[in-house]
């Protein structure tokens, strides 16, 4: 006998969701006297997603360099400390001496039912990298190089692609219509006759190295 | 991944759901039935030529019917060309047409069903609670599909779900799936079930009988700490038949019969029709491509060869594949989408058997070959070839008085389990039992091993048993095993007392033990500092036989868990867990003329401390109640059941919060109290319909086995949204039909 799964839960793709979507540092990955400042896309339900910065912000590990995390009126940052407070954090973590040391951040959000919504994110202290770049973005055949409104046609097969290998970790997001292959570099909309005929599409990137990148469209089927 | 999942349970739906495998040609027009009854004269005999008492003979289309003497004798009136329709209610069914006054003799099948035609007294049971079941029993059960696996889960203190539990299918007396044994012919099996349609990997028809020993077993049996299921094959008869049957899952084949005067085989082959059935059925939108469509081989082969008046040679196999892949997308490049499982094992085995005035001996040797392979995405895989010897040697030796005791039976034995395992895995921390379920994470592989690993275990056992008067019997016996991975020596003393409270209908069984098994469970066998698991058992019994074919069981039991492996802080394993069982069981069963009736209930508390300061909690198999109740009638052409199941829902764990991990794109959730929710009592009625009749030289049974007729709603678990804030329940497909045709040729 087999079993089956209910009905009543919300796919992973649904942006009508209060949650996180990503947590981003920009740039994820910094080296001494580098900044990185810390914000996030969040789902909300009946309303559009919306970047914003985190309420609260503190460091879990290493505790050492719980002074590298600091907030500004303008957000929430995070300074990368000099070589003997990352040595120090290598020796706390048992790390080479070489590695990256991983800044683990936990922030906070406010949820849309007047909860909290909590998130985790690392920042790498001692080497640099950049967040990828999402371009070009192809929708429907056509490269999105905007976020101007797309119309698409109802009950057809939207084509949706990025060009990132198997080591990225693409998310495929839409509160209209049904995404297929929501988690693969190329997938497909359709929103048929009873799906929501507007919302959002969007497109949640994380590269190997724990940058993120987003892009959002308002979409309709017409 | 729920699309997938909703695509599956269609498809799967749709497969069980869907019209009848096979159809059989009508006979041919009846001959024209004269309208004046004469006096028959008849005789049924079997295949041996001996006379069938009992046996029920009617007159097709009528209520006539008479019942052979103990010579297989009968007279009935019938019309010139009426079909007479013989059966008894454990043996098949044959035919014939009243060509006069009187019959050539009758010659029952008796391979159709089993070759033991007279209602006779059941066979004492091994240990308070057990039960036997043989072939047709398993096959009137309704509401199994006439499947092993389903068959156990009537039971009294067998785990009642769904789907099969763990590695074995069984969760016995509140113990984990894989602190339970099951052996095939003596001799254990890496697997039960198919893991695509959850069928047992033996046919019924290929098995003579299965026993149910839930604990207290004697000192032969090892390497257990729970229960054990023995499974046996079934021998070649002395009458060279061939079955095939079909149903909505798969199809086989059973061939048996005589080699010469002394040796008799049985070869059993059954292929799975998944992947025949599967690809209709998968709706055009769903986002799952099927590369390698599920499907599934079974083989099993038997030779019995009489070398002589003392010995008895017995050679078998027995092995199954399963291959399965698919691809979550139409997109076949996708590797993250992709995943593959591969399990195949063969165990071949030599016995033999001597007997000779007080003396009985068994040699055996027995070898398997398993071999498990699954890749899940990108990073994930498990590789594990397995290759096990196992010599076996046992004497018994049995006098009728000895020092001042009557029927006194000493048994000795040893063996050796050799085994070497080659894995390549890179996985999850696998979950334990009791422990939350971990979010699902593409690219987790903190489980790392490559290498090879040799684990030879040895065992050796004696017992006594004696009658101190006609109503005392005292068994004791000890057992030493030696598992060499973790260098450690286990002594398991175990006894029993039986007492004759009425001479012949009631007795009464005290049996208490000690019991271990070996860590080799998953990844426990890695850690060479990984001890065995142990338990200790007290089981009382009493056993009602008020009149030949009846039996009215009752037991109740303790066990005692200590050294159960569970997670360190740092995710190696230890053995700090311990836990208790307890509860009673009740099992009615009643054989008598074209009645068949069940009657099991089970009460059971099982809990666990998972090291020390920890608080006590539910199993993750908890179930206090079930009930099993059925009735199977049986005459003529027809054979009619019902089976009605009541059991409480299982423990789950509930989710309180959790917390986004962004860089690993998963929701890390904060599990509540351990096992403090539980699914509700499920309660479902099951009927089987079953038609034997002639056609040709063939006789030939369709089925029809219906689960769940009035559509109870089954919640069999809860899960969660990916971000945990969503709850929904895994529920049971409300109605589960199954049909199939059998035939003997």
Redesign the interface.
């Given at each position: 006998?087999?079993?089956?799964?209910?009905?009543?839960?919300?796919?992973?793709w649904q942006l009508d969701?209060?949650?996180?979507i990503?947590?981003?540092a920009t740039p994820p990955r910094i080296t001494t006297g580098e900044e990185s400042e810390i914000d996030?896309l969040l789902g909300r339900i009946g309303e559009p997603p919306i970047e914003a910065e985190p309420t609260t912000a503190m460091v879990i590990s290493p505790t050492s360099l719980a002074g590298s995390l600091m907030q500004r009126p303008t957000g929430w940052f995070v300074t990368a400390p000099g070589p003997m407070q990352l040595a120090a954090a290598r020796t706390e973590l048992g790390l080479a001496a070489d590695e990256a040391v991983p800044l683990r951040i936990?922030v906070t959000f406010p949820a849309s039912d007047e909860g909290i919504?909590?998130?985790?994110?690392?920042v790498w202290l001692g080497e640099h990298s950049d967040n990828p770049v999402l371009d070009p973005v192809t929708i429907d055949g056509m490269v999105r190089t905007s976020t101007d409104a797309i119309v698409v046609a109802p009950a057809v097969d939207v084509r949706l692609s990025v060009p990132f290998d198997?080591s990225y970790?693409v998310?495929w997001l839409t509160s209209a219509g049904n995404m297929?292959?929501f988690?693969?570099a190329?997938a497909y909309l359709r929103v048929e006759p009873e799906d929501p005929q507007s919302g959002m599409l969007g497109v949640v990137v994380?590269d190997p190295l724990?940058g993120?990148a987003w892009r959002l469209w308002p979409i309709s089927a017409q | 991944m729920h699309q997938v999942g909703r695509a599956l349970i269609l498809v799967v739906a749709a497969f069980w759901i869907s019209g009848g495998a096979a159809s059989a040609q009508e006979p041919s027009d009846p001959p024209v039935v004269s309208e004046e009854d004469i006096t028959v004269r008849g005789r049924v005999i079997d295949n041996l030529g001996r006379p069938i008492r009992k046996a029920t003979v009617t007159v097709e289309g009528t209520f006539d019917e008479a019942t052979t003497d103990k010579d297989g004798f009968f007279e009935i009136l019938a019309p010139l060309n009426a079909t007479l329709i013989v059966s008894t209610d454990r043996a098949g069914v044959a035919l014939a047409t009243v060509t006069g006054p009187v019959l050539d003799e009758i010659v029952l099948m008796l391979d159709l069903a089993t070759e033991e035609i007279t209602i006779s007294e059941r066979a004492p049971i091994v240990a308070p609670g057990a039960a036997t079941l043989d072939r047709d029993e398993l096959q009137r059960l309704p509401g199994t599909g006439g499947d092993v696996v389903r068959a156990l889960t009537a039971m009294p203190g067998v785990v009642n779900v769904q789907i099969p539990l763990g590695y074995s299918g069984v969760v016995i007396r509140g113990a984990s799936p894989q602190d339970s044994k099951v052996l095939v012919d003596g001799f254990e099996i890496p697997i039960l079930f198919h893991p695509f349609g959850f069928r047992a990997i033996v046919a019924t028809e290929a098995v003579k009988g299965l026993t149910f020993i839930p604990g207290g077993y004697e000192v032969a049996y090892g390497r257990s700490s729970s229960g054990i299921v023995l499974i046996e094959t079934r021998p070649g008869s002395d009458n060279r038949t061939t079955q095939a049957e079909v149903s909505l899952i798969d199809g086989g084949l059973v061939a048996q019969g005589p080699l010469g005067k002394k040796t008799r085989y049985m070869f059993a082959l059954r292929r799975s029709f998944i992947d025949f059935i599967l690809p209709l059925v998968i709706p055009e939108e769903a986002d799952l491509s099927l590369t390698t469509v599920p499907q599934y081989w079974d083989q099993q082969l038997r030779i019995d060869h009489e070398i002589n008046s003392k010995w008895d040679f017995t050679a078998s196999t027995i092995g199954t594949t399963d291959k399965f892949e698919l691809y979550t997308t139409k997109d076949e490049d996708a590797g993250a989408k992709r995943f593959f499982t591969q399990t195949r094992f063969m165990r071949v085995t030599a016995a033999a058997k001597y007997h000779e005035g007080p003396w009985s001996a068994q040699l055996a040797l027995s070898g398997m070959l398993s071999d498990a392979n699954a890749e899940i995405g990108l990073y994930q895989k498990l590789k594990v070839k397995t290759r096990l010897l196992t010599p076996r040697v046992s004497v018994a030796r049995t006098e009728e008085k000895a020092f001042g005791l009557k029927n006194v039976v000493w048994t000795a034995g040893t063996e050796a389990q050799i085994g070497h395992s080659t894995t390549d895995l890179a996985i999850p921390l696998e979950r334990r039992e009791g422990e939350a379920f971990p979010p699902y994470d593409p690219k987790d592989t903190s489980s790392r091993f490559k290498g090879s690993v040799w684990f030879p275990d040895y065992a050796a056992w004696t017992s006594l048993a004696a009658d101190f008067d006609e109503r005392v019997r005292v068994t004791t016996g000890l057992r030493a095993d030696y598992f060499s991975r973790p260098g450690e020596l286990v002594i398991q003393p175990r006894s029993e007392l039986q007492i004759k409270l009425t001479p012949k209908t009631l007795t009464a069984r005290f049996n208490g033990g000690f019991y271990s098994r070996p860590p080799e469970f998953q990844s426990e066998f890695l850690q060479k500092e990984v001890k065995s698991e142990r338990s200790q058992q007290l089981t009382m019994g009493l056993e009602y036989m008020p009149v030949m074919g009846v039996r009215i069981q009752g037991s109740t039991y303790y066990t005692y868990r200590t050294a159960l492996i569970t997670h360190n802080e740092d995710g190696s394993l230890g053995n700090s867990g311990r836990g208790e069982s307890k509860g009673f069981e009740l099992l009615a069963m009643a054989t008598t003329g074209t009645w068949f009736g069940w009657l099991g209930y089970s009460y059971s508390n099982s809990s666990r401390i998972d090291g020390p300061g920890a608080k006590p909690r539910l199993f993750d198999y908890d179930q206090p109640h079930s009930l099993n109740a059925a009735l199977s009638w049986k005459k003529g052409h027809w054979q009619l059941g019902g089976r009605f199941q009541l059991y409480s829902g299982l423990p789950s764990t509930p989710v309180i919060g959790a917390e986004f991990d962004s860089d690993r794109n998963l929701h890390i959730p904060t599990p509540g109290d351990i096992n403090s929710d539980r699914a509700p009592i499920h309660h479902q009625l099951d009927i089987r319909i079953d038609y034997t009749w002639k056609w040709g030289p063939a006789v030939l049974l369709a089925f029809l086995d219906v689960q769940n007729v009035y559509l109870d709603r089954s919640i069999v678990t809860y899960f969660y949204s990916y971000d945990y804030t969503q709850k929904s329940a895994f529920e049971s497909l409300p109605l589960i039909p199954s049909v199939g045709l059998r035939g003997v040729f």
């Amino acid at each position: 006998m087999l079993v089956g799964c209910g009905a009543d839960i919300d796919p992973q793709w649904q942006l009508d969701h209060d949650r996180i979507i990503a947590i981003r540092a920009t740039p994820p990955r910094i080296t001494t006297g580098e900044e990185s400042e810390i914000d996030a896309l969040l789902g909300r339900i009946g309303e559009p997603p919306i970047e914003a910065e985190p309420t609260t912000a503190m460091v879990i590990s290493p505790t050492s360099l719980a002074g590298s995390l600091m907030q500004r009126p303008t957000g929430w940052f995070v300074t990368a400390p000099g070589p003997m407070q990352l040595a120090a954090a290598r020796t706390e973590l048992g790390l080479a001496a070489d590695e990256a040391v991983p800044l683990r951040i936990r922030v906070t959000f406010p949820a849309s039912d007047e909860g909290i919504n909590t998130g985790l994110k690392i920042v790498w202290l001692g080497e640099h990298s950049d967040n990828p770049v999402l371009d070009p973005v192809t929708i429907d055949g056509m490269v999105r190089t905007s976020t101007d409104a797309i119309v698409v046609a109802p009950a057809v097969d939207v084509r949706l692609s990025v060009p990132f290998d198997e080591s990225y970790v693409v998310n495929w997001l839409t509160s209209a219509g049904n995404m297929h292959d929501f988690d693969l570099a190329n997938a497909y909309l359709r929103v048929e006759p009873e799906d929501p005929q507007s919302g959002m599409l969007g497109v949640v990137v994380r590269d190997p190295l724990g940058g993120v990148a987003w892009r959002l469209w308002p979409i309709s089927a017409q | 991944m729920h699309q997938v999942g909703r695509a599956l349970i269609l498809v799967v739906a749709a497969f069980w759901i869907s019209g009848g495998a096979a159809s059989a040609q009508e006979p041919s027009d009846p001959p024209v039935v004269s309208e004046e009854d004469i006096t028959v004269r008849g005789r049924v005999i079997d295949n041996l030529g001996r006379p069938i008492r009992k046996a029920t003979v009617t007159v097709e289309g009528t209520f006539d019917e008479a019942t052979t003497d103990k010579d297989g004798f009968f007279e009935i009136l019938a019309p010139l060309n009426a079909t007479l329709i013989v059966s008894t209610d454990r043996a098949g069914v044959a035919l014939a047409t009243v060509t006069g006054p009187v019959l050539d003799e009758i010659v029952l099948m008796l391979d159709l069903a089993t070759e033991e035609i007279t209602i006779s007294e059941r066979a004492p049971i091994v240990a308070p609670g057990a039960a036997t079941l043989d072939r047709d029993e398993l096959q009137r059960l309704p509401g199994t599909g006439g499947d092993v696996v389903r068959a156990l889960t009537a039971m009294p203190g067998v785990v009642n779900v769904q789907i099969p539990l763990g590695y074995s299918g069984v969760v016995i007396r509140g113990a984990s799936p894989q602190d339970s044994k099951v052996l095939v012919d003596g001799f254990e099996i890496p697997i039960l079930f198919h893991p695509f349609g959850f069928r047992a990997i033996v046919a019924t028809e290929a098995v003579k009988g299965l026993t149910f020993i839930p604990g207290g077993y004697e000192v032969a049996y090892g390497r257990s700490s729970s229960g054990i299921v023995l499974i046996e094959t079934r021998p070649g008869s002395d009458n060279r038949t061939t079955q095939a049957e079909v149903s909505l899952i798969d199809g086989g084949l059973v061939a048996q019969g005589p080699l010469g005067k002394k040796t008799r085989y049985m070869f059993a082959l059954r292929r799975s029709f998944i992947d025949f059935i599967l690809p209709l059925v998968i709706p055009e939108e769903a986002d799952l491509s099927l590369t390698t469509v599920p499907q599934y081989w079974d083989q099993q082969l038997r030779i019995d060869h009489e070398i002589n008046s003392k010995w008895d040679f017995t050679a078998s196999t027995i092995g199954t594949t399963d291959k399965f892949e698919l691809y979550t997308t139409k997109d076949e490049d996708a590797g993250a989408k992709r995943f593959f499982t591969q399990t195949r094992f063969m165990r071949v085995t030599a016995a033999a058997k001597y007997h000779e005035g007080p003396w009985s001996a068994q040699l055996a040797l027995s070898g398997m070959l398993s071999d498990a392979n699954a890749e899940i995405g990108l990073y994930q895989k498990l590789k594990v070839k397995t290759r096990l010897l196992t010599p076996r040697v046992s004497v018994a030796r049995t006098e009728e008085k000895a020092f001042g005791l009557k029927n006194v039976v000493w048994t000795a034995g040893t063996e050796a389990q050799i085994g070497h395992s080659t894995t390549d895995l890179a996985i999850p921390l696998e979950r334990r039992e009791g422990e939350a379920f971990p979010p699902y994470d593409p690219k987790d592989t903190s489980s790392r091993f490559k290498g090879s690993v040799w684990f030879p275990d040895y065992a050796a056992w004696t017992s006594l048993a004696a009658d101190f008067d006609e109503r005392v019997r005292v068994t004791t016996g000890l057992r030493a095993d030696y598992f060499s991975r973790p260098g450690e020596l286990v002594i398991q003393p175990r006894s029993e007392l039986q007492i004759k409270l009425t001479p012949k209908t009631l007795t009464a069984r005290f049996n208490g033990g000690f019991y271990s098994r070996p860590p080799e469970f998953q990844s426990e066998f890695l850690q060479k500092e990984v001890k065995s698991e142990r338990s200790q058992q007290l089981t009382m019994g009493l056993e009602y036989m008020p009149v030949m074919g009846v039996r009215i069981q009752g037991s109740t039991y303790y066990t005692y868990r200590t050294a159960l492996i569970t997670h360190n802080e740092d995710g190696s394993l230890g053995n700090s867990g311990r836990g208790e069982s307890k509860g009673f069981e009740l099992l009615a069963m009643a054989t008598t003329g074209t009645w068949f009736g069940w009657l099991g209930y089970s009460y059971s508390n099982s809990s666990r401390i998972d090291g020390p300061g920890a608080k006590p909690r539910l199993f993750d198999y908890d179930q206090p109640h079930s009930l099993n109740a059925a009735l199977s009638w049986k005459k003529g052409h027809w054979q009619l059941g019902g089976r009605f199941q009541l059991y409480s829902g299982l423990p789950s764990t509930p989710v309180i919060g959790a917390e986004f991990d962004s860089d690993r794109n998963l929701h890390i959730p904060t599990p509540g109290d351990i096992n403090s929710d539980r699914a509700p009592i499920h309660h479902q009625l099951d009927i089987r319909i079953d038609y034997t009749w002639k056609w040709g030289p063939a006789v030939l049974l369709a089925f029809l086995d219906v689960q769940n007729v009035y559509l109870d709603r089954s919640i069999v678990t809860y899960f969660y949204s990916y971000d945990y804030t969503q709850k929904s329940a895994f529920e049971s497909l409300p109605l589960i039909p199954s049909v199939g045709l059998r035939g003997v040729f």
